[in-house]
């Protein structure tokens, strides 16, 4: 299916939704509705079609460096693919080498990728540490992810700001130490 026609099925369905609802798709408010909804759903999809392991390693070098590397505070935007509403935070990331170091802005790119698909936030922590695994083969590679639900705020399931934290850990991050060590230097 083309850009085009994703475009015409996605305004046909806002339209018919807008009914739906009791909207009148008519009126002067909403006309150019389905179209933008069209056009920000794709955008904010646009993950399916970018290869997240072939992003980091398009920046990979070789490096004897065996210590720990930690990104922390990447901010992320993903839409809960339950209720097709935002969830959003931060993503901290930490990685231990075994002679492959990728250059630090890819790891926010590859985030990116994966947040641009219809997500859990379980599913998106596991993701994005199993791809630092795959495309790297460090000894070990964490990820936490904090966020807030829009799905659960709006509608009023929990209070406003509770925020959820998940964590997934590969290697080395198997050791208790080292989990303390990167969870220390993300709190900081
Ligand atoms: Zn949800």
Redesign the pocket.
């Known amino acids: 299916m083309n850009r085009e026609e994703q475009i015409e099925i996605l305004k046909s369905t806002c339209r018919k939704s807008l009914e739906a609802i009791g909207e009148d798709p008519e009126r002067e408010g909403l006309v150019r509705t389905p179209e933008r909804m069209a056009r920000t759903l794709l955008e904010l999809t646009k993950g399916y079609d970018m290869d997240p392991v072939a992003t980091l390693r398009s920046a990979m070098f070789h490096e004897d460096y065996d210590q720990m590397v930690v990104v922390k505070d990447i901010e992320f935007y993903s839409l809960?693919?339950?209720?097709i509403?935002p969830?959003f935070g931060k993503v901290h990331v930490a990685y231990i080498p075994s002679g492959n170091i990728v250059g630090l802005s890819k790891i926010p790119r590859m985030v990116d990728i994966f947040s641009h698909r219809l997500q859990v936030q379980e599913h998106l922590t596991r993701q994005i540490c199993e791809c630092l695994q795959q495309a790297l083969n460090p000894l070990g590679a964490i990820v936490v992810v904090e966020a807030q639900?829009?799905?659960?705020q709006m509608r009023g399931i929990e209070k406003q700001g509770s925020q959820t934290t998940t964590m997934y850990y590969t290697g080395v991050f198997e050791n208790i130490e080292k989990r303390k060590e990167f969870l220390n230097i993300i709190q900081r």
């Open positions: 809960c693919e339950h209720h509403l969830f639900h829009m799905c659960i």
